[in-house]
T-cell receptor
Framework: NAGVTQTPKFQVLKTGQSMTLQCAQDMNHEYMSWYRQDPGMGLRLIHY???????DQGEVPNGYNVSRSTTEDFPLRLLSAAPSQTSVYFC?????????????FGPGTRLTVT | GENVEQHPSTLSVQEGDSAVIKCTYS??????FPWYKQELGKRPQLIIDIRSNVGEKKDQRIAVTLNKTAKHFSLHITETQPEDSAVYFC????????????FGTGTRLQVTL
């Protein structure tokens, strides 16, 4: 198993540009989530999904969109990048209800917005 | 929603000493509390977790204790080693959700020789 994969590993955007961060898992996990990590602020939840076709907002959803058309994939879209979105982004997945709650993280994407 | 506070933000100990990191949570119905370790430039990885029906759990040199009445839980690392140097995050699962976690802000542990 590859586990949770993310692409790209690094990205530089100009203010106003849009892009999609890719996330995929091959563990048949129901639950997937996106976090951003900023110094001194821990991991903050952006959006999450409890299954294909079901998504919901987390703590810091503004400026980001998600969709979940398959169990495996959970892309994160930045609509119009802003310098405040400079961060490290982690995707995570877990089994969800009634099973192991452990979240498995991807390797992260380091995004810089200039 | 759930709120998790974590202290201290930095911790320096000498090799062989013990380290303790503390977290408090706000929702008394929360029932799952994991601890993640993140080495520099790496992804967070689960090191130990505890559920609300247990007061303590150990795994070799690490242990977690839970006090449901006070709504706090702690990570204990004994006989610290240089490879324990990392950032540690506590988290709490929001009640009624599949796996939605709220994380603390992290503790940077430095183990010195």
């Amino acid at each position: 198993n590859a586990g949770v994969t993310q692409t790209p590993k690094f990205q530089v955007l100009k203010t106003g540009q849009s892009m999609t961060l890719q996330c995929a898992q091959d563990m048949n996990h129901e639950y997937m989530s996106w976090y951003r990590q900023d110094p001194g602020m821990g991991l903050r939840l952006i959006h999450y999904s409890v299954g294909a076709g079901i998504t919901d907002q987390g703590e810091v959803p503004n400026g980001y969109n998600v969709s979940r058309s398959t169990t495996e994939d959970f892309p994160l879209r930045l609509l119009s990048a802003a310098p405040s979105q400079t961060s490290v982004y982690f995707c995570a997945s877990s089994y969800g209800w009634g099973r192991d709650y452990e979240q498995y993280f991807g390797p992260g994407t380091r995004l810089t917005v200039t | 929603g759930e709120n998790v506070e974590q202290h201290p933000s930095t911790l320096s100990v000498q090799e062989g000493d013990s380290a303790v990191i503390k977290c408090t949570y706000s929702d008394s119905a929360s029932n799952y509390f994991p601890w993640y370790k993140q080495e520099l430039g790496k992804r967070p990885q689960l090191i130990i977790d505890i559920r609300s029906n247990v007061g303590e759990k150990k795994d070799q040199r690490i242990a977690v204790t839970l006090n449901k009445t006070a709504k706090h839980f702690s990570l204990h690392i004994t006989e610290t080693q240089p490879e324990d140097s990392a950032v540690y995050f506590c988290a709490a699962r929001e009640p009624g959700t599949a796996s939605k976690l709220t994380f603390g802000t992290g503790t940077r542990l430095q183990v010195t020789l």
